[in-house]
C-alpha cells in the first residue's frame, strides 16, 4: 500500500509540473519584435532637424543645412537685421570655429596617435604581444611620422619614403613612447609635438618587472589556441609602470631626459597616460607637464627647459582621497599664467596661477556646480567660456549651460537659461551664440542668443518628432529621489512600455552603471535611443536608470561618497532606496521583483547586489557582464584610485577582500548571470572566473556565458548577449517563456565597447 501511495505522488508531481509548464505564459516572436523597434538603428533618421551646424561668413552671417521631411535646405542668418533666409545655395567663403577643447595640450592629444600606416617596415613582434605594421603619430604640417618598431622610435619622412632611427637602447619592455600597461594595449606612439614639428615630448617606459597578463585565443578552426601576453600591473603590485620624460629632438635624435624623478604610469583623469596634459609653449622652448603619484593624492604641475631638460616645480594639487581633473590645464605663455582646475572647495572650479612664480593669483570660477569644460579662451579680453552643470536654480543639476567670465573671476554671465542641457557654437568674434537645447523628453530647439548677455536673438530650428511619435515611442520619465542617507536629491530615468497600463503591475529592473568615473543614465540631451532600455521595457518591465552618490558631475563629497568601499557600497544603498521610493509614488511599481543589469563596473554592482547583504533580500534577478568584481584582478590605476593602497592585515586578508564580490558567494538567494568575454583586454575574464569559482565552492545554483573571442563590449556577439539578457528577465521576472532562439537584426547595438586583441 505505501508503495503504491508513492507511485501516486511521484506521478502527481510529474503531471503537476508538465501542466504548469503548460500553463505558463509565453512571449512570441511580435513581443521581441516590438521591442526591437525601440533600438537606435530602427529609430535612426526620425528625429528630424532641430541642431544647426554652422559656417560663419566674413560678413558676420552664417550658414547652415537644415534637414527637413522631404529634404534639406540651405539657410542664411544675419543676427544684425535677425534675418532668416532659405537660399539654393550656401555662399563661399564661410569657417567653421573650432570645437569646444576641454582637454587642451599641444601636439598629440592624448596618446599622440593616428595618422599613417606604416606599411612597409618589418618591425618584430610589438608591445601589444603582436605583429604588424607599425602605426604612426604624425608631425603638426604632416611631413614627417614616428612610429615605434623593435622597442626604439624612427621617423618617416613622408615624401621619400625614407626611413630613419632616433632611438638605440629600447629593449622589450624598456621601449620609448609606449604606453601599454593595464588594459591599453596600442601599438601606436604615445607622444606629443612640438608646435614647430621639430621634437616631441614622450617616455622611456619601464616595464621589465612589471607582472603579466594572459589570455587564449580559440581558434575557430581547429589548431593550437593562441597565447596572448602583455604587460599589465595589479593593485597591490610591488612593481608597476614607470616611466622616464624625455625630449626627443627629431632632426638630430638627440634625447634629453627630463631632470626629475621617474614618474608613475598616471595622469590625473585618465587610466592611460595622456598627452594632453603637455602643454608645449609656442616657441617650442619649454614644456608644461603633470606629475601624478601612484595613487593620485597629488597632481603636480611642472615645467620643463626642452633643451637643457632643466624641470621647475610650480604647485601641487593634494586630496585625501584622490586627485581627478575634468578640465584640462592650460598655460596662457603671453601672460606666464596657468588656468587648473580644483576640487579643494568640494565644487569643482578653475582657478589661475602665476605661471613664473607658481603662486595662486584666483578663483575664475565660483558657487554651486561643477565646471565641466572650457569652450573658447579669448586671452585678449581676458574671457573664459565654459560649461557647467548644477548652477541653475531649480533645474535638474546635471543639465549643461554655456558661461563667460572673466580671468580675475569677475563679471560671470549666464548665457544659456532655457531649462535643458545645452549644446552650443560661439561666433568667431563672440558676439553670438547659437544654443541648442533639450531635455531627455524634450526635443531638441535651436536659437541665437546674444554672446554678451545671453539674449534670445531668434529662434532657429525646432526639431520634428512627428516620424518617431508614429511608431508609438515614448520619451522617458525623469525622476527625482531622496538619497540612502537623506542627504542629497538623486537624479535618473524610468522607461515604460509603449502599452503601458497604470493598473497592473511591472516588475523592475535597474541598469546600473556605479560611477565613480561616470554614472547610469549618461547625457541629459534628447536621445530616441538609451541602449536597450526601452526596449527591454516593452517587454514588460519598468527599467530604470539612477545616479546616486558616488557618480560624478556633482560635488567632490558626493563623488567619493564610497571611496575605499568599492563594494560594501558602490551605489547600491540608493539603489535600492531610490527604487522603493518609486515604488511608494507608483503602484504600477512590482517592488517584490527588483532587478539590476550592467555592464564592466555595473557589472561589479550588479553580482554585488544579488551577493551582499542587505541588497541580497531585495534583488531577486541579476545579470552582471563583464564586471571587474575583484580590484586585485583589475588594473592598478584604478583600484588604487578608488579604493587606496592595498594594505594587507595580520589574519592575511587586505582592504580589499571584503570589497571583492567572490567573499561572498555564500551570500547568493536571487538568479545570478554571469556574462564575460574570454579575450576581455580590460577586465580580465578572471575577474568572472574568480565569483564562479566561488559560487561553485558554496553550493550555489547560478548561470555563466562566456563568449569564445570576444572583448569588453562583446563585439559581434553583442545582440546575442542582448537577446539572452531579455530571455533572462522574461524568464526570472515575469515567470514566462521567451520565444526561442529570437534573432536581434544585425544593425542593433549589443554591448559596450569592444576592446580585446
Known amino acids: 500500500m505505501a508503495r503504491s501511495i508513492a507511485r501516486v505522488v511521484i506521478l502527481f508531481v510529474v503531471f503537476t509540473s508538465a501542466a504548469l509548464a503548460q500553463n505558463r505564459r ?18 535612426a533618421g526620425l528625429v528630424v532637424g532641430g541642431t544647426v551646424n554652422a559656417t560663419w561668413l566674413p560678413d558676420g552671417r552664417f550658414s547652415y543645412q537644415r534637414t527637413t521631411l522631404t529634404g534639406t535646405e540651405n539657410v542664411v542668418v544675419d543676427p544684425v537685421r535677425r534675418t532668416r533666409e532659405v537660399v539654393a545655395t550656401p555662399p563661399a567663403g564661410g569657417q567653421t570655429p573650432p570645437a569646444a577643447a576641454g582637454r587642451g595640450g599641444g601636439g598629440g592629444g592624448r596618446g599622440g596617435r593616428g595618422g599613417m600606416q606604416i606599411t612597409n617596415k618589418t618591425c618584430g613582434t610589438n608591445v601589444t604581444g603582436l605583429s604588424g605594421p607599425p602605426p604612426a603619430s604624425m608631425s603638426p604640417d604632416g611631413t614627417r611620422a614616428v612610429f615605434i618598431c623593435d622597442w626604439n622610435l624612427w621617423v618617416r619622412d613622408v615624401k621619400t619614403g625614407q626611413d630613419r632611427q632616433l632611438t638605440t637602447d629600447g629593449v622589450k619592455d624598456f ?4 604606453s601599454n600597461a593595464g588594459w591599453t594595449t596600442s601599438a601606436a606612439p604615445s ?6 614639428g621639430k621634437k616631441i615630448a614622450t617616455q622611456h617606459q619601464d616595464e621589465r618587472n612589471v607582472g603579466d597578463m594572459y589570455l587564449v585565443q580559440t581558434p575557430v578552426n581547429g589548431g593550437h589556441p593562441v597565447l596572448r601576453a602583455w604587460k599589465y600591473p595589479l593593485a597591490g603590485d610591488p612593481v608597476v609602470a614607470m616611466i622616464t620624460r624625455v625630449i626627443i629632438d627629431v632632426d638630430t635624435g638627440k634625447v634629453t631626459p627630463l631632470l626629475m624623478p621617474q614618474d608613475f604610469h598616471r595622469a590625473m583623469d585618465e587610466d592611460d597616460l595622456d598627452m594632453s596634459e603637455y602643454l608645449w609653449s609656442p616657441d617650442s622652448t619649454k614644456v608644461g607637464l603633470v606629475s601624478t603619484d601612484r595613487f593620485h593624492k597629488n597632481s603636480t604641475a611642472k615645467l620643463a627647459d626642452v633643451t637643457t631638460g632643466e624641470v621647475r616645480t610650480l604647485f601641487t594639487e593634494t586630496e585625501k582621497t584622490h586627485v581627478q581633473t575634468r578640465v584640462q590645464w592650460r598655460i596662457l605663455w603671453k601672460s606666464s599664467e596657468v588656468l587648473w582646475y580644483s576640487q579643494r572647495e568640494d565644487t569643482a572650479q578653475m582657478y589661475l596661477y602665476d605661471l613664473n612664480t607658481g603662486q595662486l593669483k584666483n578663483r575664475i570660477t565660483s558657487g554651486v556646480g561643477p565646471i565641466t569644460n572650457i569652450v573658447r579662451l579669448d586671452e585678449a579680453t581676458r574671457t573664459m567660456w565654459y560649461e557647467a552643470v548644477g548652477k541653475e536654480p531649480g533645474q535638474d543639476p546635471y543639465y549643461t549651460h ?9 563679471n560671470n554671465v549666464s548665457l544659456t537659461p532655457d531649462n535643458g542641457t545645452h549644446t552650443t557654437q560661439i561666433s568667431p568674434d563672440g558676439k553670438y551664440v547659437i544654443d541648442t537645447f533639450s531635455q531627455p523628453d524634450v ?5 541665437l542668443r546674444d554672446g554678451a548677455t545671453g539674449a534670445l536673438i531668434m529662434p532657429l530650428e525646432k526639431a520634428d518628432i512627428s516620424k518617431l511619435l508614429a511608431t508609438g515611442w515614448k520619451p522617458p520619465m525623469q525622476i527625482k529621489m531622496r538619497s540612502a542617507d537623506g542627504k542629497h536629491d538623486i537624479y535618473g530615468v524610468l522607461f515604460r512600455p509603449t502599452n503601458f497600463d497604470p493598473t497592473k503591475k511591472y516588475p523592475i529592473i535597474n541598469q546600473a552603471y556605479p560611477g565613480p568615473q561616470s554614472g547610469s543614465v549618461g547625457s541629459r540631451a534628447f536621445s530616441a535611443a538609451r541602449g536597450d532600455r526601452q526596449a527591454l521595457a516593452e517587454l514588460g518591465f519598468v527599467v530604470v536608470s539612477i545616479d546616486g552618490t558616488g557618480t560624478p558631475n556633482r560635488s567632490k563629497s558626493f563623488t567619493d561618497a564610497y571611496y575605499g568601499a568599492m563594494g560594501r557600497h558602490n551605489t547600491l544603498p540608493d539603489q535600492v532606496a531610490g527604487m522603493k521610493e518609486l515604488a511608494t509614488r507608483y503602484p504600477w511599481i512590482d517592488i517584490d521583483k527588483a532587478a539590476m543589469w550592467g555592464h564592466s563596473g555595473g557589472g561589479f554592482i550588479t553580482a554585488g547586489a544579488l551577493l551582499v547583504a542587505p541588497y541580497n533580500d531585495f534583488f531577486k534577478v541579476g545579470i552582471a557582464e563583464s564586471g571587474n568584481h575583484d580590484q586585485r584582478q583589475y588594473e592598478d590605476d584604478w583600484g588604487e584610485r578608488y579604493q587606496g593602497a592595498l594594505v594587507k592585515n595580520p589574519d592575511g586578508t587586505d582592504n580589499y577582500t571584503v570589497e571583492a564580490n567572490q567573499t561572498h558567494a555564500a551570500g547568493l538567494k536571487g538568479r545570478l548571470f554571469l556574462i564575460h568575454g574570454t579575450m576581455d583586454n580590460n577586465v580580465p575574464p578572471y575577474n568572472t572566473y574568480l565569483v564562479a569559482d566561488a559560487l561553485i565552492r558554496a553550493n550555489k545554483e547560478f548561470d555563466l556565458l562566456m563568449i569564445p573571442n570576444a572583448g569588453h563590449g562583446f ?16 524568464r526570472h521576472l515575469l515567470d514566462a517563456e521567451p520565444p526561442r532562439d529570437y534573432v536581434v537584426p544585425a544593425a542593433a547595438p549589443g554591448g559596450g565597447r569592444g576592446g580585446g586583441f
Open 191 to 196: 607622444l606629443s609635438w612640438s608646435p614647430d
Open 175 to 178: 621601449g620609448y613612447a609606449t
Open 443 to 447: 526635443a531638441p530647439e535651436t536659437t
Open 715 to 730: 563585439a559581434a556577439a553583442g545582440n546575442y548577449v542582448m537577446r539572452r539578457r531579455w530571455d533572462y528577465f522574461v
Open 402 to 410: 554655456l558661461y563667460k567670465v572673466g580671468l580675475d573671476g569677475r
Open 26 to 43: 509565453a512571449l512570441t516572436a511580435a513581443d521581441y519584435d516590438r521591442a526591437t523597434k525601440m533600438l537606435a538603428p530602427a529609430l
